[in-house]
T-cell receptor, first 114, second 114 residues
């Protein structure tokens, strides 16, 4: 079964600081990888996704993530955060074949101070 | 209109009461899911349905039941609500024909059991 670890539970940054949120997964087969964002009081929105090809994927709002297969990692990055990036971020993975159950990490709560 | 609609958005109920959360979708997706979100625990799968006649338990199904009334409708019931079922509940859909685009989430139902 898949599992996902997000090591940073809470991150506090000042505006314009760079962001990197860690995500590691465990699964023996081929996976799809996702980052979702949840702004305060809102539902989950897809930030970016990786299926295959270029391991560096770009998403909305200037976010990007890099898939490093040898490390089973899919870290989220943004060069310069804004106050509006304050949200909770979830890494998720599902198997490419068979049941597509999406397994989530426990989330990272990001607070960006002005 | 939203692709995945959940009703109600907020609900306060008393311990022991039966409550139903409803989900409908216009995506034409065949697979539907119910997750609950708790602080620090991420999202956990309650039930999932591959089609109208195929319903399966997720990792935390105790105390819950579901009904897939049509391809577009998937409801979650708490037969006798208890306080530790206080959580944010999300319905989601996916398309088995692709498996590549992650899930589409509803806006969530915030349930409080007092």
């Amino acid at each position: 079964a898949q599992s996902v670890s997000q090591h940073n539970h809470h991150v506090i940054l000042s505006e314009a600081a760079s962001l990197e949120l860690g995500c590691n997964y465990s699964y023996g087969g081929t996976v799809n990888l996702f980052w979702y964002v949840q702004y305060p009081g809102q539902h989950l929105q897809l930030l970016l996704k990786y299926f295959s090809g270029d391991p560096l994927v770009k998403g909305i709002k200037g976010f990007e993530a890099e898939f490093i297969k040898s490390k089973f990692s899919f870290n989220l990055r943004k060069p310069s955060v804004q106050w509006s990036d304050t949200a909770e971020y979830f890494c998720a993975v599902n198997a490419r074949t068979g049941f597509q159950k999406l397994v989530f990490g426990t989330g990272t709560r990001l607070l960006v101070s002005p | 209109d939203a692709d995945v609609t959940q009703t109600p958005r907020n609900r306060i109920t008393k311990t022991g009461k039966r409550i139903m959360l409803e989900c409908s979708q216009t995506k034409g997706h065949d697979r539907m899911y119910w997750y609950r979100q708790d602080p620090g625990l991420g999202l956990r799968l309650i039930y999932y349905s591959f089609d109208v006649k195929d319903i399966n338990k997720g990792e935390i199904s105790d105390g819950y039941s579901v009904s897939r009334q049509a391809q577009a409708k998937f409801s979650l019931s708490l037969e006798s609500a208890i306080p530790n079922q206080t959580a944010l509940y999300f319905c989601a859909t996916s398309d088995s024909r692709t498996g590549r685009y992650g899930y589409t989430f509803g806006s969530g139902t915030r349930l409080t059991v007092v």
